[in-house]
């Protein structure tokens, strides 16, 4: 039986130990909307530019949702943008301060790593976006992190010094994944946009590097354009969209970098 919180049911599939809830969730090709494969553990946990998810066993959220937008794929870049509002006011209203969303999609606290976002779509033969995998990680209750890790990634119980629930997360956090998603398809993207941007001290003023596809970008963000891409207005004056690129906060002369 669908496991039903608040008015979207979800159908979901739990399991011990899983190499990536995505790869599972892929293989289920006649599931239906709101299908969901959490895990205990991942042995091969996939994010971003195909970096690793570390997925320690019962420590963190593991977890993928299929979506069926039915939309033209020139829109399937406000899913990872949807995702991460969701991902930020379910961590601000479990009691975590400071949550930041750096573009498209990381979770952070204090410039460090605390979720992240792999969203995977597959397209009909007319174009249209018939699935999408939203992949979500978040790191609860973790006391540490290997090295290279230990540099750069957080935990809510780091952050909090309390150890917390992963179902009562997973929960909370397919509701406001549920709330967004809705709200995308009936009102468009002005309504991700506006709460995207109120989430993220990435979207206006931010002073960033990005490096795209080997070449290295700098300028000061500018917003989102129509489709989710972040505007960055170059040393040149020029407004140029950024896709996809890893972006990183450069610091003014004499800041000292988050310990």
């Known amino acids: 039986m669908p496991e039903t919180s608040g008015r979207q049911p979800f159908l979901i599939h739990h399991l011990s130990t899983v190499d990536s809830t995505n790869t599972y969730l892929k293989g289920l090709r006649d599931a239906p909307e709101w299908t969901v494969v959490t895990a205990d553990e991942q042995t091969a946990g996939r994010g971003r530019h195909s970096n690793q ?10 977890l993928s949702a299929l979506l069926r ?70 790191n609860l209750n973790h006391t540490q992190f290997p090295p290279p890790l230990d540099r750069t990634a957080t935990s809510y119980r780091i ?38 941007l109120a ?18 970008v700098e300028g000061i963000t500018a917003g989102l354009d129509p489709e989710g891409a972040l505007l960055l207005i170059t040393p040149s004056g020029a407004v140029r969209p950024i896709v996809t690129g890893e972006v990183s906060h450069l610091r003014p002369v004499g800041e000292a970098p988050s310990s």
Request: no cysteine; glycine share 14%; charged share 25%.
């Open 53 to 62: 998810w570390h997925s320690a066993a019962g420590a963190g959220l593991y």
């Open 69 to 138: 937008p039915g939309t033209t794929i020139k829109r399937a870049g406000w899913l990872s943008l949807l995702a991460a509002v969701a991902g930020a006011e379910t961590l601000r209203d479990l009691g975590l301060d400071g949550v930041d969303i750096k573009w498209p999609n990381d979770l952070l606290v204090g410039e460090r790593k605390i979720g992240g976002i792999l969203i995977e779509s597959e397209t009909s033969s007319n174009g249209r976006l018939d699935r999408a995998i939203v992949g979500m990680g978040m």
């Open 159 to 196: 952050e909090t010094g309390q150890a917390i629930e992963v179902a009562a997360v997973r929960r909370q956090l397919l509701e406001r994944l549920a709330h967004w998603y809705q709200r995308w398809r009936n009102e468009g993207e002005d309504a991700i946009r506006d709460r995207w």
């Open 199 to 216: 989430s993220s001290s990435y979207g206006r003023g931010r002073a960033v590097g990005v490096n795209v596809a080997g070449e290295r």
